[in-house]
């Protein structure tokens, strides 16, 4: 009991904020329906009835943030004029997932450094256009940009340059990207050799960050785009396109519709990078595969 018990030292309204944290409100169905609605059409992620939870939990700790005591009365702020201003990019943020980490699934980047880019060389390519298309945190990014840098040190004879865009619906995550600083934690399986060389360590050893270095932070940028889109402006095509843990999000249809616009991005030898868990077999796009979950494009 002591625990629930209200300090009454704090003002009433300071009270019944804390005493939220215990009452956290129930989703109704018929909310549930209206949030995933909503998510469906302007994201095309797909809520199921098993991230009713999930759901809840995230929007709660939102909903206390407001002040608000129902789901349905921060569905209406977040819908309404105000709401789409100011809202919008904090509920991106709630109901997607950004989790990524440097040098995630591995293969892809030996891929990379071991075929695609001698064979870049052996084509005669010397300026390459790489595109994180849900970049998230920006780790991603990062490391492509690390296995560019290894591979022109690597090889000093030819001539090669290289430009990866990072593209994202949150707007946190690609500030959090821009700034390039993380956790020393998130490249403890990195070795001694990249970590001296790409990252520097914060003068206050206390807070154990790391940063990117300018010279990498430099040839990546970083900036929104909603792969719903119905046609994306992203500049020149690219000959590299990472779309990685991010279509499972979507229905069939939808992730058949992103696909096509990002082979649309895609130069005519180009290659599209899958996450581990994720397809597009049985659709007609105009790729072929090479191995599981790297496709080159193909007309
Ligand atoms: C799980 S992370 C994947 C990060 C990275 N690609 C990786 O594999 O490690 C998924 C990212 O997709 C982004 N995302 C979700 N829906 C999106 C959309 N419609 N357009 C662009 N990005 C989206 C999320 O904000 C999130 O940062």
Request: aromatic letters at 14%; glycine letters at 4%; one cysteine or more.
């Amino acid at each position: 009991m002591r625990f629930f018990k209200p300090d009454w030292s704090l003002t009433k309204k300071e009270v019944r904020v804390s005493m939220n944290v215990f009452f956290q409100p129930e989703m109704t169905e018929k909310e549930l329906v209206l949030f995933r609605e909503f998510i469906e059409k302007e994201f095309g992620i797909r809520m199921p009835d098993s991230k009713k939870m999930l759901l809840q939990s995230r929007l709660s700790k939102r909903l206390r943030e407001l002040n608000l005591k129902s789901f349905n009365e921060y569905f209406k702020y977040l819908t309404s004029d105000k709401g789409k201003e100011n809202e919008f990019n904090t509920f991106v943020d709630l109901v997607s997932t950004h989790v990524t980490k440097f040098f995630r699934e591995p293969n892809h980047f030996e891929y990379i450094f071991e075929n695609i880019l001698p064979d870049f060389v052996k084509a005669g390519k010397s300026q390459i256009r790489i595109w994180s298309s849900a970049s998230s945190t920006g780790e991603e990014a990062y490391s492509i940009a690390i296995i560019m840098e290894e591979f022109i040190s690597q090889h000093p004879k030819i001539t090669m340059d290289y430009e990866i865009v990072g593209t994202d619906i949150s707007m946190p995550v690609i500030d959090k990207a821009k700034a390039g600083v993380y956790n020393e934690d998130s490249v403890l399986e990195l070795s001694r050799y990249l970590k001296y060389k790409y990252f520097m360590k914060s003068k206050d050893r206390d807070q154990k960050l790391i940063k990117v270095v300018p010279e990498i932070r430099k040839k990546v940028n970083f900036r929104y785009m909603n792969l719903m889109d119905d046609t994306y402006s992203i500049g020149t095509k690219f000959n590299i396109v990472f779309c990685r843990n991010v279509l499972i999000y979507f229905d069939k249809k939808t992730q058949e519709k992103i696909i096509k616009n990002i082979i649309n991005n895609l130069k005519d030898d180009g290659y599209l990078i899958l996450g581990h868990s994720e397809t597009i077999i049985g659709m007609d796009v105009g790729v072929k595969n090479v191995i599981p979950t790297i496709y080159k494009k193909s007309f």
